[in-house]
């Protein structure tokens, strides 16, 4: 390797890492709502989060001026579309109650602040059906949640 190709290695290695130390906390947290993980135990998150930082930095020379942060946000929506018939068993996360289409498009929405007609082109669905998803994951979450069933009382003798 030449020493121009080693001090671009560098750099790119030094800017790529502040990108992380940036934006990795919100970006984790997204991936957590994501997969409805608790904050503190969420390993489906954290390898669904590498997978996505690692295809970026596999990308950042050809990233043009694009922003690391919405290529890695879409890299780990689209991962966890990939995916999401794993993540839909409930881990205990604040997100447990929705599909994870639903999550996807909630934490898209309203954690992240894309607009309809982003996230609709991002997963491929009609803006009207993102905006009725939403609506529905909104008032999932607005409702009551369902009751523990009851242990069954034992009668005394």
């Known amino acids: 390797m030449s020493e121009r190709q080693t001090t671009l290695t560098r750099r790119r290695a030094r800017e790529f890492e502040a990108f992380v ?4 906390g919100r970006l984790l947290h997204a991936a957590t709502l994501l997969t409805a993980e608790t904050p503190g135990i969420n390993p489906h998150a954290q ?42 068993k409930a881990h205990g996360g604040v997100l447990e109650r929705l599909t994870p289409q639903e999550r996807l498009i909630l934490v898209l929405r309203l954690y992240e602040g894309v607009a309809e007609e982003q996230t609709a082109a991002l997963i491929g669905l009609p803006v009207e059906r993102v905006r009725a998803i939403c609506a ?21 003798s």
């Open 21 to 24: 130390a940036g934006a990795a």
């Open 136 to 156: 529905r994951a909104i008032a999932t979450m607005r409702s009551t949640p369902p009751r523990p069933p009851r242990a069954p009382v034992k009668a005394v």
């Open 47 to 88: 390898q669904l989060l590498t997978a996505a930082l690692a295809r970026t930095y596999a990308d950042w020379d050809r990233l043009r001026g694009e922003d690391p942060y919405d290529r890695t946000r879409q890299e780990l929506a689209a991962r966890f579309a990939r995916n999401a018939w794993r993540c839909h």
